[in-house]
């Protein structure tokens, strides 16, 4: 079942979505708050005449970072959001319709159908425990040790490597229940710093699969138990996290300055351990995405390239992974990502010519290079050339295609516009989206 809340749930958003019609889905769920036009623009930093110039459509829909901050003010689900915009995350162009296929485009009824089924990832019924260790803080009732949370984690990561997030959610309740018995039985540096690890997996998979005000009380509290441990390193990781999450939820001003702090405290460590260059690597790509994500071009290339020259510094080889894995072609991802939120699609795709699955060890992060180039060539309405990279990432993690709600959006948008091309009736089934 697709988790939509009032005023969220109602035929109308499906009509209003199907629409491109933004300000009319702001205004629904502004009107259902009580919210005046004055009111909302006082959340968001906005102007009333903005709001209202938005919702009448008398404002360019191209606006993207004043819709999102409204969007996110009124808890306008992201999938919504995406679908209004007729866009994947952060903003692919729009592909121009097919005349020839219009009247199977234009079924009222096979949009909402598709609308729906793009929003769906990891079915709401299977959140329920997560909502609970979220609600309180979740303990064991007998005694754990350190050994075993490593164990515990390593045992989710694997699984969130793997692309399984539905094994992974059911058992974030048991990973955080023990997290918190240690920290509470020893109250150590080091037991916080597995803590705040365990949020910041927590707040990873909440965020992959589109449940962001999960995702920000998981980040909020991975925040709280990182700064208790007093590491720089699980400081710039649980900040990484919030970032991650403060960026879809429209508040990219934020973001970039929690990830900048971040990274300024981890170079103050001076970066003499492999470790802290690979955390200073990895604060530098994320601001950069940021950056990107915010529309600010040149901030966002001058972090990526700092970042190209921070990775110089991680030696080569097996690294003994604790917060941080970077390398020079997770770095590349990161560009190619970077590039794509800017809009430059063929810059994205020259910059991922020299990627390859065998530069990843894991399947998320084989599949994350493939719906990264998927996400270029959709940009550049290359519908076949799209289908086949989504292939390829359902090939390396189902999950990347299946449990994303903006990869599983590009797939209804794939079968929308252009239902013949090739490849697309096998996402389609992959998916669970027909």
């Not at 005046?36 to 404002?59: F, K, N, P």
């Not at 992201?78 to 162009?93: I, K, R």
């Not at 970077?338 to 699609?345: H, M, Q, R």
Request: one cysteine or more.
């Amino acid at each position: 079942m697709v988790e939509l809340r009032p005023p969220w749930d109602t035929p109308r958003v499906s009509v209003l979505a199907a629409r491109g019609d933004v300000g009319g889905l702001v205004r629904l769920g502004r009107l259902a708050r009580n919210w005046r036009q004055r009111d909302l623009g006082s959340i968001v930093g906005y102007s009333a005449s903005t709001v209202s110039r938005l919702e009448s459509g008398a404002r360019s829909g191209r606006d993207v970072a004043v819709l999102r901050r409204l969007a996110a003010a009124v808890d306008m689900p992201v999938g919504v959001l995406g679908a209004a915009l007729g866009v994947s995350a952060p903003l692919p162009a729009r592909v121009g319709r097919t005349a020839a296929r219009r009247d199977e485009e234009d079924d009222p009824m096979r949009r909402r159908r598709l609308l729906t089924a793009s929003l769906a990832a990891v079915p709401a019924t299977m959140l329920g425990g997560i909502d609970q260790a979220l609600a309180s803080i979740p303990t064991r009732s007998s005694p754990t040790s350190g050994n075993h949370v490593l164990a515990l984690l390593a045992r989710a990561r694997g699984w969130y490597d793997g692309g399984d997030h539905a094994r992974l959610v059911a058992a974030l309740p048991e990973l955080l229940a023990a997290g918190h018995t240690y920290a509470d039985t020893t109250g150590d540096a080091l037991a916080f710093t597995r803590l705040a690890a365990c949020y910041d997996l927590a707040t990873e998979t909440l965020s992959k699969i589109g449940r962001y005000q999960r995702a920000r009380t998981a980040a909020d509290r991975a925040t709280v138990y990182a700064h208790q441990s007093g590491s720089p390193l699980a400081a710039a990781s649980s900040a990484r996290m919030l970032a991650v999450v403060l960026r879809h939820q429209g508040q990219e001003a934020t973001a970039q300055r929690v990830t900048l702090e971040a990274a300024g405290g981890v170079e103050a460590t001076g970066l003499s351990t492999p470790e802290q260059a690979a955390a200073y690597a990895q604060m530098l790509c994320t601001a950069a995405y940021t950056c990107a994500g915010a529309g600010d071009r040149a901030n966002a290339l001058d972090l990526m390239a700092d970042a190209k020259r921070a990775v110089l510094r991680v030696p080569d080889g097996p690294q003994a992974r604790t917060v941080f894995t970077v390398t020079p072609a997770s770095v590349g991802l990161y560009e190619v990502g970077v590039l794509y939120s800017l809009g430059d699609a063929g810059a994205a795709l020259h910059a991922g010519r020299d990627l390859h699955p065998g530069q990843f060890p894991t399947p998320e992060r084989r599949g994350r290079l493939h719906t990264d180039l998927a996400r270029a060539w959709w940009q550049l309405g290359k519908p076949e050339q799209t289908a086949t990279a989504l292939a390829a990432a359902h090939h390396e993690a189902p999950g990347e295609v299946r449990d994303r709600p903006t990869i599983r959006h590009i797939v209804t948008e794939l079968a929308e516009r252009h239902p013949h091309a090739i490849g697309v009736d096998n996402l389609l089934t992959a998916t669970g989206i027909r």
